[in-house]
């Protein structure tokens, strides 16, 4: 199989789209993450999968502690900012648990990180859940290389 038929089957599961967001260098820094799940109730811990061109992969060993935003349906252009789908800046962050996270997400999670797995062209970001926000509304998703939402 190619690579391409790969991505073709991987995008007929839907998912949720999350942005991961961490400060590096007194910068707040942050990429457009799709491949996020949770691992476990007893220690809180969840998982991203980290590309190894991406700016947080070659910090990583630095990276001790980030956000993760769960993006609501009216945040598709954030999404986009943060994918490098848009020369769009952004700049409207909020703190939990002193780690930079999207104002009016979601759901918010401040994470420090447990360990890390190298996975092929991708590193697999173990992290214990140490507080949580959550808010109402919508998950914006993303199935079949495309932005959808839901309707009831």
């Given at each position: 199989?190619?690579?391409?038929?790969?991505?073709?089957?991987?995008?007929?599961?839907?998912?949720?789209?999350?942005?991961?967001?961490?400060?590096?260098?007194?910068?707040?820094?942050?990429?457009?993450?799709?491949?996020?799940?949770?691992?476990?109730?007893?220690?809180?811990?969840?998982?991203?999968?980290?590309?190894?061109?991406?700016?947080?992969?070659?910090?990583?060993?630095?990276?001790?502690?980030?956000?993760?935003?769960?993006?609501?349906?009216?945040?598709?252009?954030?999404?986009?900012?943060?994918?490098?789908?848009?020369?769009?800046?952004?700049?409207?962050?909020?703190?939990?648990?002193?780690?930079?996270?999207?104002?009016?997400?979601?759901?918010?999670?401040?994470?420090?990180?447990?360990?890390?797995?190298?996975?092929?062209?991708?590193?697999?970001?173990?992290?214990?859940?140490?507080?949580?926000?959550?808010?109402?509304?919508?998950?914006?998703?993303?199935?079949?290389?495309?932005y959808r939402t839901l309707n009831e």
């Amino acid at each position: 199989m190619s690579s391409q038929q790969f991505r073709n089957a991987m995008s007929k599961f839907a998912t949720g789209i999350t942005i991961v967001t961490s400060q590096f260098d007194e910068e707040i820094r942050g990429m457009t993450v799709n491949a996020f799940m949770s691992v476990s109730l007893d220690p809180k811990l969840i998982t991203i999968s980290v590309d190894h061109k991406t700016t947080f992969y070659k910090n990583h060993k630095e990276i001790k502690r980030f956000g993760i935003s769960v993006l609501r349906e009216e945040q598709k252009d954030i999404s986009m900012i943060f994918a490098k789908q848009s020369d769009k800046s952004f700049e409207d962050f909020s703190t939990l648990d002193g780690v930079p996270v999207i104002n009016n997400a979601l759901t918010t999670l401040a994470c420090t990180v447990s360990q890390t797995v190298e996975a092929g062209d991708h590193l697999l970001v173990i992290a214990e859940v140490d507080d949580i926000q959550i808010n109402d509304g919508k998950p914006i998703l993303y199935f079949d290389s495309k932005y959808r939402t839901l309707n009831e």
